[in-house]
């Protein structure tokens, strides 16, 4: 059992564990509720680590880690709770930060950072808990957001996100409180909304989606606050 000890700096930082990751070279990465970030090194079972310092703009943005992502370049993507999103430099062991500013149309959308995944052409999806989703341009170092927009039946269910899953076909699958999933086809413009509709008993059984999940049937599951839907894409069914 690993655990944090206050007297030892090389101790795991936080009790709390928030996310896990295994990176290429066989690190793993641990996030913390309030402790940053955490990597454990299989070789002493020593934890170097990470964290945010107000008098260092190139530290971690902040200590309540959520998602650890490393996309196929092996760039390390880490989310968090208030903070924004961060992107780790190996060579130099610091963090570049993109948080919200209400002034730039083309920042992240929200700090709160719920989920990170790249998709089969290489972008990079960012799901925010309070400002909808976020799509990375590398070429700008800028994000193209998308949010709820009640006179567009084609736009995001919610902005409120809480997962992304992208299936063998490349369609994205955003997951919402409140609102059900989204699909999205990143070929096309527009998003499908599937939600619970009480007059329909096909419909998904719950508006709340935790998750979604393919399994190697090529069947997709969906985890909602009201059970687990099963989604028959030649019918539209759950």
């Known amino acids: 059992v690993f655990k944090h000890h206050p007297t030892d700096p090389r101790t795991l930082s936080d009790n709390a564990i928030s996310a896990l990751h295994q990176d290429q070279a066989g690190d793993l990465w641990i996030g913390t509720e309030s402790g940053g970030l955490n990597r454990f090194?299989?070789?002493?079972?020593k934890f170097p680590?990470?964290?945010?310092?107000?008098?260092?703009?190139?530290?971690?943005?902040?200590?309540?880690?959520?998602?650890i992502y490393e996309d196929r370049?092996?760039?390390?993507?880490?989310?968090?709770?208030?903070?924004?999103?961060?992107?780790?430099?190996h060579e130099t062991e610091k963090f570049r930060r993109y948080e919200h500013n209400?002034?730039?149309?083309?920042?992240?959308?929200?700090?709160?950072?719920?989920d990170i995944l790249e998709d089969?052409?290489?972008t990079l999806w960012i799901a925010t808990f309070d400002g909808g989703l976020n799509r990375y341009h590398p070429e700008s170092d800028s994000f193209t957001s998308y949010h709820h927009d009640?006179?567009?039946?084609?736009?995001?269910?919610?902005s409120t996100l809480a997962s992304l899953f992208v299936d063998h076909?490349?369609?994205?699958?955003?997951?919402?409180?409140?609102s059900g999933v989204s699909r999205l086809d990143p070929r096309q413009q527009g998003f499908v909304l599937y939600r619970h509709d009480p007059t329909d008993e096909?419909?998904?059984?719950?508006?709340?989606?935790?998750?979604?999940f393919e399994d190697r049937s090529g069947i997709l599951w969906i985890a909602t606050n009201g059970g687990l839907n099963r989604y028959d894409p030649e019918t539209g069914r759950y």
């Open 169 to 178: 076909s490349g369609l994205l699958w955003i997951g919402a409180v409140g």
């Open 73 to 89: 370049s092996g760039v390390l993507w880490v989310g968090t709770y208030g903070g924004g999103l961060n992107l780790f430099d």
């Open 202 to 212: 096909d419909s998904l059984s719950n508006s709340n989606v935790r998750n979604v």
């Open 150 to 158: 009640p006179a567009d039946p084609h736009s995001l269910g919610n």
């Open 102 to 114: 209400p002034e730039d149309p083309h920042s992240l959308s929200g700090n709160t950072v719920v």
């Open 41 to 45: 090194d299989p070789q002493t079972e």
């Open 120 to 122: 089969q052409f290489g």
């Open 49 to 67: 680590r990470y964290q945010h310092d107000p008098e260092d703009l190139e530290s971690l943005s902040h200590n309540f880690v959520l998602p």
